[in-house]
Every structure is written in structure tokens, then in C-alpha cells.
């Protein structure tokens, strides 16, 4: 979604096109995956961060044009609310203290920007779920101006058909309606990139699927939406429906959702490009000049724009990446299913905990999908989103075990050998997965202390929207004290 379009409408003419040129992409991009290199000779990885705009009380600030104009730093893009902004991270290496130098690129530009937000009168909130959003920011007029925001809302509502319905059932309960896909904009979250070979792409992006629900039971922070406590990581279910361009009819018909877990294993990251074009629709029917087999057959690298633009449109959690850099393909795995926050070393802590695992299993003899079902790992994934860090887990050999316990005595020890694997000094792996250690052994994420917090504050007040902006307030303090959230204390 983050590729610039101009407004326009788009006719059927369009759509029969621009369906022809995604199969010329695709059918290009299964020959370079057996003709041209794809090779990474060394792993680098990288990380994009949704953030939120506050005011002073810790309500939503609507200025995100203000802010990037004061930070005018490349690496900061608009998002599809008004009240969000994104950081992109250039990519390190990963091997020696690469990890330590990204944590130090992010943090140095997030205090300068902060700095400039500050000066508009905003502040920049890493969380998954802002606590202080009501239901007036829920309007059009929050989405923010880029036409390709609008279009992509536009074509979802008028593929849906009607108003985009979202029903939550947590400790709360939440039903609410929308005209537009701006409930999405509540959902800021941190996105992990791992550049990855060919060969390796379909065991790295299985064992991505299967640490899922470990992940998200320990990277929980998001148990607020419109003022109700509901899932631990409630992100995963706005999300879900927030762009779900299906009816109810279809729903009751097994069609697909374009924010999708998957349904199975895979064997080829062509899999995975091939399911995107043959299950869902185009959104964006963009067709560009360029023909993907006549620069293929010329010795140049095609952009296949059509395919990148579709693949952007259908919102796997761990999505396939085909990008080009320095005049060379290369693919990435870019998984989307942690909030952001709450720390920037939190943040890096969750990166290495992925990284070092998916290595690991991904060059595993005996994988862990082969003893545990795709259904399974999905399910693992919306139980840990419900209950967090006290969600149990079914693991291949353990059974059902509590999240805690399995990161804590199988998980942590392998990702640690993982990150041995790709190189990574022993002072760092130590530093960031002994933040994970804490989490597990004190129970306490992102979405336990806000949990907590809140309640405290709830013993103060009797107004819901106040002891909301408390905990907001609270939560941003810590956050830019920058200590890991596990170290946090918690208020009787």
C-alpha cells in the first residue's frame, strides 16, 4: 500500500488488462526464479515502524502533513491516517553487531525526529493500538490526503459492497461500522524484512508461519480499541476486518479474505505469488508501459509492477517480497504481525527472537511444520492474539504448553544458536534475548502493563476517556525512557 497512485476510476477495459499483464509478471518471475541470481551472500534485514501522533492530553493529532514537513527526512512517510506516520530503516547486515547499529539508526532518527514533531505540537507514540481513539476519529476525514489512500479505500468499500462491519468479543465487547478502511489506521505496527535465497524462501517463510503465535503472545500490545478492553494483541482482529472486501455471502461461500494467515505449507516462494494472482481480485488495476518478458529477454531486470502493486494489496502476515536493489533481484520475507513498540530496544529484541528462529528452523532436518498442521500454527496465532503472554500454545512433542514456557525452555536456546548461524556477536544476542527472557519470566509485555495500568487508573476516576489518556500518558513517559517494557512497574 505504499506505492504512490494518482486518483482515478478505473473501467472494466482496465481490469481485463491489467489481469493479462499480472500472469506476463507472473510467468516472467517463475523464469528468473531458475534463470537470474537471486543470491544473498550476506543477510541483511530491516524494519519499518507505524507510529502514532499525540497531543499533549494523549489524544490523536491529526497532523501528519505538518510533521513530515518538519522532519523532512526521506525515511518518514505518510500512513493512512492523518494521526499516523511510518519510519523506514535503511537495511543492515545482520552479522556481527549489525543488530546493535540498526537499534542505533532508529533510535538517533526517531529522537530527531520527535524533536521536529515536537515542534508542531505532537508527540510520536510506538504502540499497537492508540487507547485515546474514539469513534469521531473513525471518519473520512481522518484518512490522510494521498490520493492512493482514498482509491484504495474507494475500491475496497465498493467491492464489499457495503459498510465495513467490525465486531470484536473480548473482555468487552466492540460492534462498530465504517464508510471508509480508516479503522486500518488504528493498527500501527513494526515490520520485519529478512532477505532471503530463493532455495531457502519456502522453509524460512514455514517456519516464519509456525513461531507466529510465540510471537505474538510475547510481542502483545495492543488491549484497547474505542475505549474497551479486548484482545491482547486486538490489532490482529481489526486488521482482519478493516480491509475484508468480502459480504457476508461470501463469507458463508469460503472465499478468501485478502488478510490472510494462509492454508498451507509451501514449497516455492512461487506459491505463494501464484495464490495472491489466482484467488483475489485486482484493487488497483494499474497497468504500466513496461513489458516484463521484453526486458527479461533484453538482460534487464523487470520491475513487474503489476505483480509487486497486487501483492501489496493482499495482507498476508508474513508476506513474499520481490524487490530489486542495486541492480539486483532479491526476495524478502517481510512479517507484519507485531505492533510497534513499546521500545525501540524491545522493538530489535522481537526482530532477533524472529530472525534467530526462523534461521534455525528454516535450515532444520526434521522442520517443526512437518509435525504440526497449518491449522494448528493458525490457530496458535489467534489464541496468542486473544490471551497474550498467558495464552497456551500446542507444540510438535510438548502438546499444549504455556507461551511462557515454551519460549522460555525450547524456543530462546535455539534462536540463539539461529543468530549464532547468521553471525551475530554473543554481547548482542545475549543483551537482546535476555529482554525476552524478562518478558517470559516476569509475564509482563506491552499489553500487560497497559492492562494493569489502567486499572490502577480506573480506581481514580470514574471517566473511562480519562483513565484511557492516564495510561496513554504513562505508557508514553516509559516509552521514551526507552527501558524495556518487562523493567516497567506496575501500579496496585
Partial sequence: MGQ?????????????????????????????????????????????????????????????????????????????????????????????????????????DLNVAQGKSAEVGANMMMIGIL????????SRDSLSANPRYHLLSDQILAARGEDIEIVIEGVDRLSTTADTIIPEAACTSTQLHLQVDPDDFAPMWNAAQAIA??????????????????????????????????????KAQGVR?????????????????????????????????????????????????????????????????????????????????????????????????????????????????SQL??????????????????????WPRLGSIPARGLVLGHLLPLADVGLEQLGVDQSVRDRLLGIIEGRCSTGRNGSTWLIQEFEHQTRSTPDRMAAMRATTQAYEELMYAGEPVHTWSTRD
Fill in 373 to 394: 498442521s497449518f491449522r494448528t500454527a493458525e490457530d496458535n496465532f489467534h489464541q496468542a492474539s486473544r490471551f497474550g503472554i498467558e495464552t497456551e500454545l500446542y
Fill in 213 to 250: 503465535g510465540a510471537q505474538v503472545a510475547i510481542g502483545a500490545n495492543s488491549p484497547f480499541l474505542l475505549g474497551r478492553q479486548l484482545w491482547h494483541e486486538t490489532r490482529i482482529a481489526l486488521f482482519e476486518q478493516a480491509t475484508d472486501t468480502r459480504s457476508e455471502e461470501l
Fill in 4 to 108: 504512490d497512485v494518482e486518483a482515478r476510476e478505473f473501467s472494466r477495459e482496465d481490469r481485463t488488462l491489467y489481469r493479462a499483464k499480472v500472469r506476463r509478471c507472473l510467468d516472467v518471475f517463475a523464469r528468473m526464479l531458475s534463470e537470474r541470481d537471486f543470491t544473498v551472500e550476506h543477510t541483511h534485514v530491516g524494519i519499518e515502524i507505524e507510529f502514532n501522533l499525540v497531543d499533549v492530553q494523549g489524544d490523536p493529532a491529526l497532523k501528519n502533513v505538518e510533521i513530515l514537513s518538519a522532519i523532512a527526512d526521506d525515511a518518514f512517510q505518510t500512513e493512512l491516517g492523518l494521526f499516523n506516520i511510518e519510519i523506514n530503516v535503511p537495511p543492515s547486515l545482520v552479522k556481527g553487531r549489525g543488530l546493535e547499529t540498526l537499534e542505533s539508526t532508529l533510535r538517533e
Fill in 257 to 369: 479474505p485478502r488478510v490472510f494467515f494462509g492454508e498451507r505449507w509451501i514449497t516455492s516462494v512461487f506459491d505463494l505469488f501464484e495464490e495472491n494472482v489466482r484467488y483475489f481480485p485486482a484493487l488497483l488495476p494499474i497497468v504500466e508501459d513496461e513489458d516484463p518478458l521484453e526486458e527479461l529477454e533484453a538482460g534487464r531486470i523487470p520491475s513487474l509492477s503489476e505483480l509487486r502493486l497486487h501483492n501489496g494489496t493482499v495482507y498476508r502476515w508474513n508476506r513474499p517480497i520481490y524487490d530489486i536493489a542495486d541492480g539486483r533481484p532479491h526476495l524478502r520475507i517481510e512479517n507484519r504481525l507485531l505492533p510497534a513498540g513499546p521500545t525501540v530496544v524491545d522493538t530489535m529484541a522481537n526482530a532477533a527472537l524472529f530472525y534467530g528462529l526462523v534461521k534455525i528452523f528454516g535450515a532444520s532436518e526434521r522442520p517443526v511444520w
Fill in 131 to 138: 487507547p485515546t481513539l474514539q469513534d469521531g476519529h473513525f
